[in-house]
């Protein structure tokens, strides 16, 4: 366990108490935590969200957490392995599902006025066909505990592999034989479902993500075990981010993408959104620092250049380029590992300097000369924002 500052404990006891004030939830025997098994599995577990379908959280998941049973979760161990010798992470949607939450899907299938997430996830599909053609059943494979949506993650960067379409577009776009994606776009997908099929896995022909073991220990049983966290295992959530930008940083840092430096965010629900690390060194990019990176990828995955209510983690004490960065992102909680001077007496980066300067008033011109040219040329841009502004409303 790690050192953790007394303040977040505070804060995220709230969260740990209102989860076991309703039931302590215990894992049933036979089945697993994904992330127990596959450390470097990384989690967008959709249903506990509002970003699918339904455009909403689905029943039973309490948590956002991916549940197998042992066998599934050691085959895809298998998977992660192969895929990992390709540079590749995992990255699971979606794992063992209550019987509840198929019901819900159900509902919402027949209530034909709901189409709010039409566009984004069925928009050449007509919702009333859903159910005829498959899309939509009274039964999952997900119920039975050996299936599981999984997407790849390059390593290096953290950024999902193009399939050519997201998960859960319900449509032939997202069928494995489809020829309305390019052939990049198919050859990630084969190489997906060739490490899936190596460890015992059935590809699904009409979703790309999907996979269910062959030899499944459970075939005719329908579970409807609510998806959440052992409340023990509530409390790790923030050791695990932390772990998880450590794994980030050392991986990339052996392939000499970058410096020992990882970030991890987690949003409000304490979901992890992203993993990054320092690429400066591949990217040639000075600012390509772990928290700018993961900032960046967090709104690229969230769809937004607002990341209020999420928490950064990262491995050592932000320079001053970052912590800018996280205020403008409107991140108000930052947990740090190692501390700056520990990266000046250490490493030998020092950023200190760059703090001298800001607190001297921003004089020393053998640090940086700046003085001010053509504000006349200039300040036209701002006027006419204020305009446009005004336009607006
Ligand atoms: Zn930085």
């Not at 059943?137 to 950024?159: N, Q």
């Not at 001298?356 to 020393?364: L, P, S, T, V």
């Amino acid at each position: 366990m790690l050192k953790r500052r007394v303040s977040m404990l505070i804060v995220f006891s709230a969260l740990v108490v209102a989860a076991s004030a309703a039931s302590a939830f215990t894992l049933p025997e036979g089945f697993v935590y994904i992330t127990d098994v596959i450390p470097t599995a990384l989690l967008e577990i959709r249903y506990y969200g509002e970003n699918n379908f339904m455009g909403t959280r689905v029943d039973g998941y309490e948590a956002p957490t991916a549940i197998l049973t042992a066998e599934a979760a050691a085959a895809l161990k298998v998977a992660a392995d192969i895929l990992a010798e390709q540079g590749y992470q995992i990255k699971v949607f979606d794992a063992y599902r209550p019987q509840r939450a198929v019901n819900h899907f159900m509902r919402w299938a027949q209530d034909l006025d709901d189409q709010k997430m039409k566009e984004a996830f069925y928009p050449d599909v007509d919702k009333s066909l859903l159910f005829e053609l498959g899309y939509i059943a009274e039964k999952s494979g997900h119920t039975r505990g050996s299936t599981v949506d999984l997407t790849l993650v390059y390593m290096a960067t953290g950024e999902e592999v193009d399939m050519g379409s997201g998960f859960d577009l319900l449509g032939e776009i997202s069928h494995h034989d489809t020829d309305l994606v390019g052939p990049a776009q198919l050859a990630n997908r084969n190489i997906l479902r060739a490490a899936m099929e190596a460890a015992g896995f059935i590809a699904y022909p009409k979703e790309w993500w999907h996979y269910t073991l062959a030899d499944e220990p459970y075939p005719d049983t329908y579970f409807d075990f609510e998806v959440n966290m052992e409340t023990k295992r509530k409390e790790n959530v923030l050791d695990e981010a932390m772990l998880r930008a450590i794994e980030q940083a050392r991986s990339t840092m052996r392939q000499d993408v970058g410096g020992p430096f990882g970030a991890a965010i987690i949003n409000a629900d304490g979901n992890i959104v992203c993993v990054a690390s320092n690429s400066v060194l591949r990217d040639h990019d000075p600012t390509a620092h772990g928290e700018i990176n993961a900032i960046r990828l967090a709104g690229k995955l969230l769809g937004t250049h607002d990341l209020s209510g999420c928490w950064l983690y990262t491995t050592a004490y932000p320079c001053p380029m970052c912590l800018a960065a996280i205020m403008w992102a409107n991140i108000k909680t930052v947990v740090y590992g190692c501390r700056a001077q520990d990266t000046e007496e250490i490493v030998g980066f020092r950023d200190a300097f760059m703090y001298r300067f800001i607190e001297g008033g921003m004089k020393d011109t053998s640090v940086l000369e700046i003085s001010e040219y053509g504000r006349e040329e200039c300040l036209p841009l701002f006027w006419e924002y204020v305009e446009r502004q005004k336009q607006m409303y």
